[in-house]
């Protein structure tokens, strides 16, 4: 009887998700869709688009990319399929669940991160090529979607599972925004560094964000997000167009100061 609820709940998500991503996904391509949301607690949800996709597909496997702004700064960062996952893995993928090509969008907050992954039913001859041709529009999808599902997120926390502890070889800490800022050096003089959630405004604002909507990812109010603007602009001298955030590989690699 268990197992009939749980299929029978399954299937209604899956069937309410398809609703929202399907006019979406189909025209591009995908047929799959997850959305994961891990808690700091260790707690996660699952929705998917199909009942048999509610299993973790990708989180396992993660591994840590060259990033040129260091994992701990950046709030969004992709993972390709085919360039991450190895040879055995894949082929489990695409043998058991008819699925090919995929990827998966992370996007960092304070108390939780969200994995969005897109895939494909039938093999692509390019599709990094074809991802790279969309990358925005699915990004936008990956920031839109918590906002349309928010009343299934709502109640698939209540019911939220408890991720299993031992094997898990990734270190999630690192996937987390942290509690407080940390300065990193940008240029030689002694107010020339950047703290993390100044790091993190510029790079939304220049994505296009409001500070509203940037207040929205960090879990501050609109007014912090001002002040963390302003504060940088005051002691580094520096419009918001002439700081690159590529400067924290110049100076000291974009390592803590002490």
Known sequence: MRNNMVSDR?????????????????????????????????????????????????????????????????????????????????????????????????????????????????????????????????????????TLARTLIEKATEKSLKMPVPGQSINRKNFFLPKRSTRFRIGEGAKDYITTYEALCVQLLQEGKSYKEIGSVLSMAPSTVETHLKRLKTRTGLTLQELSLQSFHKYNNGKRLA
Request: charged content about 25%.
């Open 10 to 146: 399954l299937a209604y998500i899956a069937k309410e998700v398809d609703k929202i991503s399907n006019a979406f996904l189909h025209p591009r391509g995908f047929s799959y869709f997850q959305f994961k949301r891990i808690y700091r607690d260790g707690s996660f949800i699952i929705l998917a688009n199909r009942p048999d996709f509610f299993q973790d597909l990708l989180e396992q496997d993660l591994v840590e990319p060259s990033l040129s702004i260091p994992l701990y700064i950046r709030q969004s960062c992709i993972y390709f399929w085919d360039e991450s996952l190895s040879v055995d893995r894949l082929f489990f993928i695409r043998e058991n669940k008819g699925v090919y090509h995929g990827l998966t969008i992370i996007s960092r907050r304070k108390n939780f991160y969200d994995c969005t992954t897109f895939a494909m039913g039938q093999c692509h001859p390019s599709p990094f090529a074809y991802y790279f041709h969309i990358l925005k529009e699915l990004q936008k999808f990956a920031e839109l979607f918590p």
